[in-house]
Nanobody, 119 residues
Framework: QVQLAESGGGLVQAGDSLRLSCAASGRTRSMFTMGWFRQAPGKEREFVASINWSGGSTNFADSVKGRFTISRDMARNTMYLQMNSLKPVDTAVYYC????WGEGRYNCWGQGTQVTVSS
């Protein structure tokens, strides 16, 4: 497994930008895909974006397309989520997660980082 640690959350105003980081340690060579999820108060956790660790292909939820980008630095074992044009509806705890080779599902999770967007 891998250990994941998010950072970069905070309180911003609508229209601002924020970059989240997710540092991975442990069996990083076995990571297949990494992703970002978020959970707002009273709502279920939802998918935000993902990136194939080796190939770099990406996927985004419709709600963030055109505003968020995802990237990774393989040398640093770190994934990033650049969030632009933030809206109050983006307020949530953001979690990073990893799919390991052969696992087929996200089974490694970070502790989360709070993002609050004020109007």
């Amino acid at each position: 497994q891998v250990q994941l640690a998010e950072s970069g959350g905070g309180l911003v105003q609508a229209g601002d930008s924020l970059r989240l980081s997710c540092a991975a340690s442990g069996r990083t060579r076995s990571m297949f895909t990494m992703g970002w999820f978020r959970q707002a108060p009273g709502k279920e956790r939802e998918f935000v974006a993902s990136i194939n660790w080796s190939g770099g292909s990406t996927n985004f939820a419709d709600s963030v397309k055109g505003r968020f980008t995802i990237s990774r630095d393989m040398a640093r074992n770190t994934m990033y989520l650049q969030m632009n044009s933030l809206k109050p509806v983006d307020t949530a705890v953001y979690y990073c997660a990893a799919v390991m080779w052969g696992e087929g599902r996200y089974n490694c999770w970070g502790q989360g980082t709070q993002v609050t967007v004020s109007s």
